[in-house]
């Protein structure tokens, strides 16, 4: 397995995944407490539609997928701004007009025959130089943002009305929340695709919010299961030549499962043992 | 000594349908006032008023005589405790330091460091609510009367000089009730307090002031009910009827004023 190691391909894959694992853990945890997995959803789909206009105007693909995707997410976060009950409205066309638009800009391009899949699913291990630093720009823009902006980014994750009283901007704090989620799937994209970076954007940090006492606490681990899952994914493809960003959602989609029967286990337990206590306590 | 809050000919429109309607009163400072009336009359919408997360549709409202929004620092609000899930992973001393959102006195709000003030004053704030061994506790771990406390807190740690209690006793056992009357009663020595509540025990006994919301308002700057007052929030009813018995209970709460009560206490042999 080592050996592998020594393929620049392979040094490569290693580095996008570091990189995925770090943006979907810092922003999967915003996405979890903030119960935005749907809008990711949607970001992510919008995000096709940028692809498709790249290919379409012949402009740099992640450049533009990211931008655009960023410009949807940010409209769709103002429309629902002020009425938060159409979100499922707003989400809804952006996932399904941002496949929509993509699929027909990449028909209308001429002679172009675009690997469809490769955007759907990643193919880590084909992720090239440009990429990389693409997503090396994009994770260390993440960070600093949730650095600079923690305080506020956790006093609307609390209590958005809350803030809203002591005079947080509240509006434009939702704005770069949901631009930094948009950020967030772009980033991951090349390595994992868009259908599965939802997958890896929620699952390590529901898997965190189990143990995690802080919102900060919260994003570093929910970064080191990312890591676990990636690298773990990694290996398993690479021994069993699989497709690497499913078998990366599948090992975490099977922690999840154990995490939560053992949780389940813990608490039937407990029951019992509470169940027990009246019974011999008596008279 | 100009008031601390004044409604102007205030009245609230959501999506087409009135939820107040020409208010008019105002509020001294240090009063303690109790603002009662039925579910959907329009508590809240008050409380939203004063704090400036709603705007009026038609009138004016001012606190300490400007818009509330700028007065948004001498405000503490308690919001109702279910906006805020106990399974965030926030502790309560990380809760109450978000009341110092904004404050200069916590230092900047840019950047994960807090100033070095906040500590003091997230610990002096959940002392004055008898929380502050619970600083490090998670507020999944709280009972719901204690998550109260906190919130009560995070109000309190900015200084305010009012405070917007909404509905603060909800979904609480009696004796957690009790804790949160007997803190309200200390609050309310140093400061103005507004308290939104249709449970009468829970909001009478410290008033000095009473409100009744039922998309009109009536005020009364004494701790009296009127018989308006009783009428506005539940109509007209019949000496016999559920709604009579209830009255009749309300007058050994707070004294009623030119108001015959349907079931009169037998007098004094």
């Known amino acids: 397995m080592l050996e592998a190691l020594a393929y ?3 040094q490569k894959a290693l580095l996008s995944v570091v990189l995925v694992s770090i943006a979907c853990g810092v922003v999967g945890a915003l996405v979890v407490v903030n119960r935005m997995t749907f809008l990711a959803g949607g970001v992510a789909h919008a995000g ?3 692809v498709g206009l790249a290919f379409f105007a012949g402009w740099p693909v992640m450049i533009t997928a990211t931008l655009f995707a960023v410009g949807a997410a940010v409209l769709a976060a103002m429309i629902t701004l002020r009425d938060r009950e159409r979100l499922d409205v707003a989400v809804g066309l952006l996932w399904a007009g941002g496949m929509a638009f993509g699929v027909l800009l990449i028909d209308l391009t001429p002679g172009y025959n675009v690997d469809l899949m490769s955007y759907l699913f990643g193919s880590i291990l084909a992720v090239g130089n440009d990429v990389l630093w693409t997503m090396a720009v994009s994770v260390g823009a993440l960070v600093a943002i ?6 506020p980014l956790l006093a609307i994750s609390v209590d958005r009305e809350f803030a809203r009283v002591r005079g947080l ?3 434009a704090v939702h704005i770069l929340l949901v631009a930094t989620v948009a950020l967030a799937v772009m980033t991951a994209v090349p390595a994992i695709g868009l259908i599965l970076v939802i997958a890896l954007l929620t699952i390590p940090a529901y898997l965190a919010e189990m143990t995690a006492r802080s919102l900060a606490m919260l994003m570093m681990t929910a970064v080191l299961w990312a890591l676990v899952f990636s690298l773990a994914g990694l290996a398993l ?10 078998v990366i959602v599948a090992s975490a989609v099977v922690t999840l499962a154990l995490a939560e029967g053992v949780r389940f286990g813990v608490r039937r337990l407990r029951k019992g043992t509470m169940d027990r206590v009246p019974a011999s306590a008596g008279p | 000594m100009p008031p601390v809050i004044a409604f102007e000919d205030v009245s609230f429109r959501y999506d087409g349908t009135w939820a107040v309607e020409d208010v008019s009163f105002e509020v001294a400072e240090g009063a303690f006032v109790a603002v009662l009336g039925p579910n959907g009359g329009g508590k809240t919408t008050l409380a939203k008023l004063i704090t400036g997360l709603l705007r009026p549709t038609t009138g004016r409202v001012r606190v300490f005589g400007d818009d509330p929004a700028r007065s948004a620092r001498r405000i503490g609000y308690v919001p109702q405790a279910a906006t805020i899930s106990p399974a965030f992973p926030i502790s309560a001393g990380d809760l109450v330091a978000l009341g110092l959102v904004g404050d200069e006195r916590a230092g900047s709000w840019i950047g994960p460091w807090r100033g070095r003030n906040t500590r003091k004053a997230v610990l002096e704030a959940l002392t004055a609510v008898e929380m502050d061994a619970f600083i490090d506790r998670p507020i999944g771990a709280l009972s719901g009367g204690q998550r109260q406390r906190v919130l009560i807190a995070r109000a309190l740690v900015g200084a305010p000089d009012v405070l917007v209690l909404d509905e603060p006793t909800a979904s609480i056992d009696p004796v957690g009730k009790s804790c949160i009357v007997e803190l309200l009663d200390r609050l309310a020595a140093d400061r103005t307090v507004i308290l939104i509540s249709h449970d009468l025990a829970t909001a009478v006994p410290q008033a000095t002031a009473v409100t009744c919301v039922n998309r009109q308002v009536v ?12 009428q506005l929030i539940y109509g007209v009813h019949r000496a016999n009827c559920p709604m009579g018995t209830f009255i009749h209970d309300m007058a050994h709460v707070l004294p009623m004023s030119g108001m015959r009560t349907p079931h009169p206490e037998p007098a004094d042999a």
């Open chain 1, 8 to 10: 620049p391909f392979m």
């Open chain 1, 237 to 246: 493809a690479y021994a069993f030549d699989l497709t690497s960003g499913a």
């Open chain 2, 219 to 230: 005020y009364n700057p004494e701790p009296m009910l009127t018989e308006p007052m009783l």
């Open chain 1, 169 to 171: 901007p509240v509006a």
């Open chain 1, 48 to 50: 096709y539609g940028g």
């Open chain 1, 146 to 151: 949730v650095i600079v902006f923690y305080r």
